[in-house]
């Protein structure tokens, strides 16, 4: 509905500045006859030659195409035209002003219907990009969510806020360690390997969080080599 309306109200104005200037010209029914044209090439510019050729990578040839469509079309219609109408086709008479006011008007039209297009282009990559960006997000809290166990997560937090309310010093030193186990989960883990060194770090950090959790009934021996920096594990 809004093309057809824009384009009625296009010819509805060319009609009118036509008449009112006195557009003289040997071609029957030269407006409805231009603007038909015209509509005709900024569709096939935009919904044939764009898609075929500027979306493929090929901007150059999209342009030389509907230049070329542009000063073709419009002169060779005026020109069928005029023999259907048994009027001596003559260079005077086809070439004349009228025929360079009709190509400017046309590259206008298509300039603007095509620069619509890219930004419309533009926009949509952009909310495309967004909603990656949103997916990619929930795809790593999920992954999140399924690598640490809840139970030890929340463990863990009601831990440090019973420490807070104890003012216990170790409250700051375990919030490091959950800091470093979540860091380590969610950014080191992306990786098909990472250093060995730093899971033994981990692990370590995992027991230090148990031992201010049990107190002095946990006891636990770990001991691990890790003067080898160039150790990986896989994930």
Not at 4 to 9: A, K, R, S, V, Y
Not at 77 to 85: A, C, D, K, L
């Amino acid at each position: 509905m809004f093309h057809f309306l824009f384009w009625l109200l296009y010819t509805m104005v060319f009609y009118t500045v036509n008449t009112k200037y006195n557009v003289n010209t040997i071609i029957p029914y030269y407006t409805f006859i231009t603007a038909a044209v015209q509509i005709s090439l900024v569709y096939f510019i935009r919904y044939y030659l764009f898609c075929k050729y500027y979306q493929r990578g090929k901007p150059v040839l999209f342009s030389i195409l509907a230049l070329s469509s542009i000063l073709y079309f419009i002169p060779a219609v005026w020109m069928i035209t005029m023999i259907i109408s048994k009027i001596n086709v003559t260079f005077s008479g086809l070439f004349t002003i009228d025929l360079i006011l009709a190509y400017l008007v046309t590259l206008v039209i298509v300039f603007i219907s095509v620069s619509v297009t890219l930004l419309r282009e533009k926009e949509r990559k952009k909310n495309e990009l967004a909603h990656f960006e949103k997916e990619k997000k929930e795809m790593e809290l999920f992954a999140l969510k399924s690598q640490i166990d809840s139970h030890f997560l929340f463990n863990t937090l009601n831990n440090i806020y019973g420490l807070a309310l104890k003012k216990s010093d170790l409250t700051p030193q375990s919030i490091l360690y959950l800091s470093e186990i979540l860091n380590f989960v969610i950014y080191e883990t992306k990786n098909d390997f990472y250093p060995l060194s730093k899971e033994i770090q981990l692990i370590q950090y995992y027991i230090e969080l148990e031992k201010m959790r049990y107190g002095d009934s946990f006891k636990v021996d770990f001991d691990a080599d890790d003067k080898d920096e160039d150790s990986c594990i896989t994930r």
